[in-house]
């Protein structure tokens, strides 16, 4: 049997495989058709002018996207490829983790994996970083050298107050690496304003494209951390990237180019459509659109009133429904939400708003989710 | 200008595309159209049954083709990520490299960046690898824990004895890593039979798929070393990967969904069409049409005779003439080749044989490059 036959949309166009599915997922999400067309071209070397045209110009795309004069590098990875590389280029014995969730976890366990000191500011699931907690925990542990920081936390659909948080860390002099994987491309990010030393993200979330591409701007003040790193390894050594990319060859490993060739696709569709301010506005409509629908069939949104994430929506199941029923049923009716994660899995589901989402797609699901919660 | 303007297939079918600009790459080469095809399909949940399914029949398929009861991952990385984790996870302090060449030369690198201790068998360019010298060499040196071999080393274009060099290694005990980038796929790699504790490979190479994913097998006796291994990281480390593995999550982070399943139909392909021997003759076939090609034009090869690579062959330029002016006037023509690398950039070019290539193709290009030669 053919992997595909396991496809309800083998065998159609892009456009109506989506019709079949319509995804509302916060992992891989659906991409933009032009996207898919351009995962579709044929492949050439890495070392060739195409290619190079390619890449420096997504570089700069990107650095114009999140307004940005740092390096920016296309990681062959994940966007975890990033944690890893900020806590291996950069930080010697001990980092700060604020942790709203299972994305800020994993930072923290990155960092001991790689046998850092972890200290952990962790609210009660739901609640945001405070500023307040965060001055309080940097003025007691001096010897902190950097703060993670989750922007959006998917697991919990929360987003942080992200520039008021970096403006702590900087009162300190700290160095701050931004997890924006879920939040790039879905809500402002001013990297240079802010003085954000990595800020990173993967090509599957509000980029709308699939899987396999690391995003990320790298400081100054990274770079020369790098630099003077001991034992730091070679597939996420920023000196290695940095010195292919400063010398007109592109990337030290053999790059995705199909991601790449999908990002820069993306990153035009939506320049041609009205720029990155009315991406952002479309994210914020989706997703009200969204909050207003689940809140008219009774349900509540798990986090703090006011931190709602822009691109995903957690919502807590009626009394006594596991999210998994809720996910299973909205699938048999053609659309894939998310499951709950972590120690939420049980007593939410989640509905994401990132990539390829039309406004009718947002209005035929609540009607199935009304459908569904009533027949619950 | 869109950047997919300064394609010259632009706005053409695959098939189109291939046949304007014909590729012997060594980098990503070019791809079987129903593996384009498969890219270009609409993502989906990394935590759904028909994203599980996919992955592991994938990982069945690979299981059987390189014969491995030993698990394997699919790395959302190049090839390059599996020298970082062979290392991490399985050397506490000294490994021989065995360098043919460059990237033999990126083993050592990423083995000396992760702070071990590198002894070096390097013969002269063109020489594989000695049985006898690399016996005397773990003789004189009990306390290294594991040797590297590069399988097939593209920049010089030649093989490694690898079964006759991994007995040596096994006699002393020690662990063996396999840089199998560009062999895997193109000739015959029996994994348990050979006893290799990390072999490893990209989608990019013989598979005919784009880049962005790293495929290794692991051995049992490398899972328990990393069990105990402390500072490995987190991206990389095995024993992460093999628990979402077991538990039939598939992978801790996002997997690269399209060259996953472009893998995947790939494989299947080779099934279908005569299974893996018929593969591996497959190129035994190209690589001496090209050979023989370039012999009747009076030209050579690099490497030593009866070490050539199957995959790929490095051709001595014409005296006085450099690689790059070839690799020009080719392209004009509409062939992509490859460059000379390293050491050997301008007294050498390579023609790759890995891919989508039908031996049509190869009869047109040498008559190219006949006329290319006699106009120097």
């Known amino acids: 049997m053919d992997i595909r036959d396991f496809f309800i949309w083998v065998n159609i166009s892009v456009e109506e495989r989506r019709r079949s599915l319509k995804l509302f997922t916060v992992g891989p999400v659906a991409c933009y058709p032009e996207v898919l067309e351009a995962m579709g071209l044929q492949m050439y070397s890495h070392r060739s002018k195409e290619y190079f045209a390619l890449h420096y110009e997504t570089i700069r795309q990107l650095q114009d996207f999140i307004s940005t004069k740092n390096e920016i590098f296309l990681f062959s990875s994940t966007g975890t490829g990033f ?12 980092i700060l983790c604020c942790i709203n969730g299972s994305f800020g976890e994993r930072f923290a366990e990155v960092a001991e994996a790689n046998g850092r ?19 309080e925990m940097l003025t007691n542990h001096p010897d902190v050298e950097a703060v993670a920081i989750t922007h959006n936390e998917t697991s919990v659909g929360l987003i942080n107050p992200l520039k008021d948080l970096v403006d702590v860390v900087k009162k300190h002099g700290k160095l701050v690496f931004v997890d924006a994987v879920s939040s790039m491309g879905g809500t402002e990010i001013k990297v240079d304003e802010s003085n954000i030393d990595v800020c990173f993200s993967s090509s599957q979330k509000c980029f709308g494209v699939p899987p396999g591409l690391g995003i990320g701007s790298v400081s100054e003040r990274a770079m020369d951390l790098s630099a003077s790193a001991s034992n730091k390894g070679w597939y996420f050594d920023f000196k290695v990237w940095e010195e292919d990319q400063k010398k007109g060859r592109g990337t030290p490993v053999t790059p995705a180019i199909p991601q790449i060739t999908g990002l820069n696709t993306a990153l035009k569709m939506i320049e041609r459509k009205g720029g990155r301010n009315w991406y952002f506005d479309l994210y914020k409509q989706r997703n009200q ?32 429904i596991e999210g998994a029923t809720i996910y299973g049923k909205m699938r048999e009716k053609g659309f894939e939400l998310a499951e709950g994660y972590g120690l939420l899995k049980k007593k939410t589901f989640r509905i994401g708003n990132m990539g390829y989402i039309e406004m009718s797609d947002i209005d035929l699901m609540l009607d199935a989710l009304g459908n569904v919660i009533s027949s619950l």
Do not use: Q, W, Y
């Open 83 to 94: 944690m890893e590389a900020s806590v291996r280029n950069c930080v010697r014995k001990k």
């Open 117 to 135: 000191d972890v200290l952990k500011l962790a609210p009660p699931l739901g609640e945001p970083i405070s500023t307040s907690e965060l001055n």
């Open 289 to 320: 659109r969204i909050r207003r629908g689940i809140e008219k069939l009774g349900l509540s949104t798990f986090p703090r009133k006011g931190s709602e994430s822009p691109t995903v929506n957690c919502i807590n199941t009626p009394e006594g």
